[in-house]
């Protein structure tokens, strides 16, 4: 069965003839990218707009998507989410090599000459995120445990051995994915990345310094993320990539036991940031707290 198209004609309408980006996913109507954009642009007063498309999963819908920007002249890229960062990566011109390395990318670039370039700027956004939020907290003390295998799993995976971590503890309910993914991205130092089977999620946390949850359990609308944070010691960094409730039931224990942590609204806003000023012009803009209470709006940062 043919895919339905995304709906070109609103976004266009809505950009009313401005250089433009937008956010691709299914779903996307959750999406706080277009408030973090849109107080960049009214901040700086630039005369720019960025959207939201809802495309379906599957390479037509995503592939017309790319053709659109290649060949509308306002159209600067986009970002994607949720379940496309992996599935543009055949459909693009061109990858930098550390989102080829990610094997992920969520913001895409359109070059001079028309053509898409994909970027990954979640592993920029994840550390940038930890580094602001928790200041102090170092990657190199203790190690990592990390929860999922998808495009998010993969760019924080890739942005703590890059930072040094001694050794990843990496868990995922199909277990072959995370064995994948602990295959390419173990370093050839000697630290590792550790696959533990989904069932040892709670002993995995033991003299651990840091846990991530790169899952969309405990996501409004999914399914609970069920994990006793016993054995995590109280000075471990607890970290959440889902902002949709800000505070998940993750984060509610962990601060609740003493533990700091790092909602994923901050991994959000610093991601945002070489996109824009790639799409937009100018200096890679600042997070600010006026900038997280507004994209927050009602999600009460």
Avoid at 76 to 84: A, F, S
Avoid at 143 to 151: N, P, S, T
Avoid at 238 to 244: A, E, K, P, S
Wanted: glycine share 10%; proline share 7%.
């Amino acid at each position: 069965m043919t895919m339905a198209l995304p709906d070109f004609a609103s976004l266009l309408s809505a950009a009313a003839g401005k250089p433009f980006a937008f956010i691709v996913g299914w779903p996307v109507s959750h999406s706080r990218s277009p408030l973090l954009h849109g107080f960049w642009l009214e901040a700086r007063g630039l005369a720019g707009h960025y959207g939201r498309l809802a495309v379906e999963p599957g390479g037509e819908a995503l592939r017309a998507t790319f053709d659109f920007i290649r060949r509308t002249p306002g159209a600067r890229g986009c970002n994607l989410t949720l379940p496309h960062k992996i599935d543009a990566l055949a459909l693009l011109d061109t990858v930098t090599p550390a989102a080829q390395r990610i094997g992920a990318v969520n913001t895409i670039v359109k070059q001079p000459d028309g053509s898409l370039e994909g970027r990954n700027t979640d592993t920029f956004g994840f550390i940038e995120a930890l580094r602001a939020g928790a200041p102090g907290w170092r990657a190199d003390t203790a190690a990592a445990v990390v929860l999922g295998a998808g495009g998010a799993a993969r760019a924080v995976i890739a942005s703590l051995v890059d930072a040094g971590a001694p050794e990843v503890r990496l868990l995922n309910r199909t277990r072959q994915s995370a064995i994948d993914l602990a295959v390419q991205f173990t370093p050839d130092d000697g630290r590792t990345v550790v696959v533990e089977d989904w069932s040892r999620r709670d002993a995995a946390l033991a003299d651990a310094g840091l846990l991530v949850n790169a899952t969309s359990l405990g996501m409004t609308g999914q399914p609970p993320l069920e994990v006793d944070l016993a054995r995590l010691p109280t000075g471990a960094l607890v970290n959440d990539v889902v902002y949709t409730p800000l505070l998940t039931d993750l984060l509610r224990r962990a601060r609740a036991r003493g533990n700091p942590t790092v909602d994923g609204l901050d991994m959000l806003l610093h991601q945002g940031r070489p996109g824009f000023a790639a799409w937009f012009g100018g200096a890679v803009p600042a997070v600010t707290p006026a900038l997280r209470t507004a994209v927050a709006g009602d999600l009460g940062a």
